[in-house]
């Protein structure tokens, strides 16, 4: 099983909400990722979590709060997005040691900020 | 900051030839590579990972290495129309550590029936 479900597929929200994006994984991997594209965009790193714990934090802006209540969950916490924000939202997973690099990713969140 | 370039294409091949996908990276240093896959509109579907010099077969697919000249490859044998997508080159942000991957700008390839 390689499968990392993400939901919702799609999220339409208001500059003044709050929303989250959830992401879910049962492959036993200790690293999760959030990535956000852009239309014709090659995937950007956001976030790392390797063991629960938020390793990497690509100097994201605060109006996006990442967390990882297990090994098998991630949440991607939005509030108070600009339009400029809407993008398709990846999160994917490796498992350890050389494997770490194999990213293995979710369908996607297709964010619109309106 | 590593980079990964890729030609943009549009890529056109005919229908059962082979399509040729080229990638060049800037850190002498990087070990492992992988190209992904993507639909329009779908997430990146890891199709080919790399790590030594030499060829990579895996069904129609080839991924070739050549570290000395900073180059990794994909070939596609006997296209197929489900083989239009964008192929993403990319490589670790470090050596084993859970860093991510650095992606190049990808690749759209079109096959023509």
């Known amino acids: 099983d390689t499968e990392v479900t993400q939901t919702p597929k799609h999220l339409v929200m208001g500059m003044t909400n709050k929303k989250s994006l959830k992401c879910e994984q049962h492959m036993g991997h200790r690293a999760m990722y959030w990535y956000k594209q852009k239309a014709k965009k090659p995937p950007e790193l956001m976030f790392v979590y390797s063991y629960e714990k938020l390793s990497i934090n690509e100097s994201v802006p605060s109006r996006f709060s990442p967390e990882c209540p297990n090994s098998s969950l991630l949440n991607l916490h939005l509030h108070a997005l600009q339009p400029e924000d809407s993008a398709l939202y990846l999160c994917a997973s490796s498992q350890g040691a050389r494997d770490n690099e194999k990213l293995f990713f979710g369908s996607g969140t297709q964010l619109s900020v309106l | 900051q590593k980079e990964v370039e890729q030609n943009s294409g549009p890529l056109s091949v005919p229908e059962g030839a082979i399509a040729s996908l080229n990638c060049t990276y800037s850190?002498?240093?990087?070990?492992?590579f992988f190209w992904y896959r993507q639909y329009s509109g779908k997430s990146p579907e890891l199709i080919m990972s790399?790590?030594?010099?030499g060829d990579k077969e895996d069904g129609r697919f080839t991924a070739q290495l050549n570290k000395a000249s900073q180059y990794v490859s994909l070939l596609i044998r006997d296209s197929q129309p489900s083989d239009s997508a964008t192929y993403l080159c990319a490589v670790p942000d470090s050596g084993g550590g859970a860093d991510g991957l650095t992606f190049g700008k990808g690749t759209h390839l079109i096959i023509q029936p």
């Open positions: 850190d002498r240093v990087s070990q492992s």
């Open positions: 790399i790590y030594s010099n």
